[in-house]
Every structure is written in structure tokens, then in C-alpha cells.
């Protein structure tokens, strides 16, 4: 059973281009959530899907992120007119269906906005 | 609003020391969940130990020992005779259910733990 993957790893940007991110969650796990952590500070929440359905939004996420879920597999996560405040790790996890409530975290990507 | 506080920012002991992580959570759900995650130099979170607020029963699993006291919402964290190996960035997690029974976790800012030689 592999876990999470992301791809890239790392990510530098000029200001102003648009990136994208994908995550892989482990496979059967219905639930997947984004995460962006800066330096020195805990993981934040961004979105979460069950499924392809998007169903929770952080205040975090603003118009220029957009995220999906397609076919309730793999996710995207796309920045547009990144900013240098944007620069941080990403984290994709995902949790199965059933009570157990632990996500399983992959290992993110880490952005760079220049 | 649901809140975690991990006070200590960086600890650091001599290999073979007893180490304690302290952190203390706010919630007005009384139904939530606890977690501690381990971030190591490679940064993937690992998941250690999940706790429900109706179980307060204290947990071991080899050099690791959780206490939960939902009198005072703390959920601490114990290494016996730390290694070099547990150097890392801890974290303490508070979930809340979300929309279609996902949970949204909340997390401290992190404890740096370093175990020297």
C-alpha cells in the first residue's frame, strides 16, 4: 500500500505565473484535504473533498487558488498570479472511509515565489 | 473557534532523557478528536496517536506515553529515554467534523524537540 504522493517536490516561480500541484492520495480513501504550512507555524487548512465533491473552503482560499477532484482520485491544486506571500509547503492528505479520523499526510510541495 | 497552544517552541535534551510535550486545546464541541504528528527533517507528517474526548484513558506504546485530562484540555506527550532519532517538530491536532462526516484539523504551532548526544 503506498502512501501519499506529490508532485513536484519543489516548485520556484517568477511572481505573477500560475502553478499547479497534484496529490495522489492513497488509493480507496474517499477524503482528501490540502494544507499549507509556512515556516515555523503548524499546517492550515485549505479545502477538503470527499470524492470529486468539494465540500469545505478556508477563508484561506482565496479566488486564486482553485482545487479539484475530477474523478474523486487524484487532486489539483492551482495557484494563479502567485504572490510571494503564497510561498510555503503544500500538504495533501487523505483518510478513508470508516471512523478511524487520522490523515495521512504526504510529502508535500514546497513553493518558492520569487 | 477551535484552538491549540503547544507553548514550548524548542526543547532540548541529552539522549536517554525523559522529555514531556505540553499542549492544551479549546473547543466548544464535546464530541473531537486529538492527534500528535511527527514532522521529521524530511518534512512528511507522520501520524502517532489518535484520542476520541469520550476515552480519556492514558496510553503507552514503547518510548511513547499520551495524557489526556479533559479537566484541565491537555493532551501531553512523553518520550522515556529519548534517542537522537526522535529529533523533530511535534505538533498537536484538534479535528472537528466537517460537511459529509470529513474532519478539518487544527493544529499548534509545534514543538522543535532536539535529542543530542
Known amino acids: 500500500d503506498t502512501g501519499v504522493s506529490q508532485d513536484p517536490r519543489h516548485k520556484i516561480t517568477k511572481r505573477g505565473q500560475n502553478v499547479t500541484f497534484r496529490c495522489d492520495p492513497i488509493?480507496?480513501?474517499?477524503?482528501l484535504y490540502w494544507y499549507r504550512q509556512t515556516l515555523g507555524q503548524g499546517p492550515e487548512f485549505l479545502t477538503y473533498?470527499?470524492?470529486?465533491?468539494?465540500?469545505?473552503k478556508s477563508r484561506l482560499l482565496s479566488d486564486r487558488f482553485s482545487a479539484e477532484r475530477p474523478k474523486g482520485s487524484f487532486s489539483t491544486l492551482e495557484i494563479q498570479r502567485t504572490e510571494q506571500g503564497d510561498s510555503a509547503m503544500y500538504l495533501c492528505?487523505?483518510?478513508?472511509?470508516?471512523?478511524?479520523?487520522?490523515?495521512?499526510f504526504g510529502p508535500g510541495t514546497r513553493l518558492t515565489v520569487l | 473557534a477551535q484552538k491549540v497552544t503547544q507553548a514550548q517552541t524548542e526543547i532540548s535534551v541529552v539522549e536517554k532523557e525523559d522529555v514531556t510535550l505540553d499542549c492544551v486545546y479549546e473547543?466548544?464541541?464535546?464530541?473531537?478528536?486529538l492527534f500528535w504528528y511527527k514532522q521529521p527533517p524530511s518534512g512528511e507528517l507522520v501520524f502517532l496517536i489518535r484520542r476520541n474526548s469520550f476515552d480519556e484513558q492514558n496510553e503507552i506504546s514503547g518510548r511513547y506515553s499520551w495524557n489526556f485530562q479533559k479537566s484541565t484540555s491537555s493532551f501531553n506527550f512523553t518520550i522515556t529515554a529519548s534517542q537522537v532519532v526522535d529529533s523533530a517538530v511535534y505538533f498537536c491536532?484538534?479535528?472537528?467534523?466537517?460537511?459529509?462526516?470529513?474532519?478539518?484539523?487544527?493544529f499548534g504551532t509545534g514543538t522543535q524537540l532536539k535529542v543530542e548526544l
Open positions: 492528505a487523505s483518510r478513508g472511509p470508516g471512523g478511524g479520523n487520522e490523515q495521512f
Open positions: 491536532a484538534l479535528t472537528i467534523v466537517l460537511t459529509g462526516g470529513g474532519n478539518k484539523l487544527t
Open positions: 473547543t466548544r464541541d464535546t464530541t473531537y478528536y
Open positions: 488509493s480507496e480513501h474517499n477524503r
Open positions: 473533498f470527499q470524492n470529486e465533491a468539494q465540500l469545505e
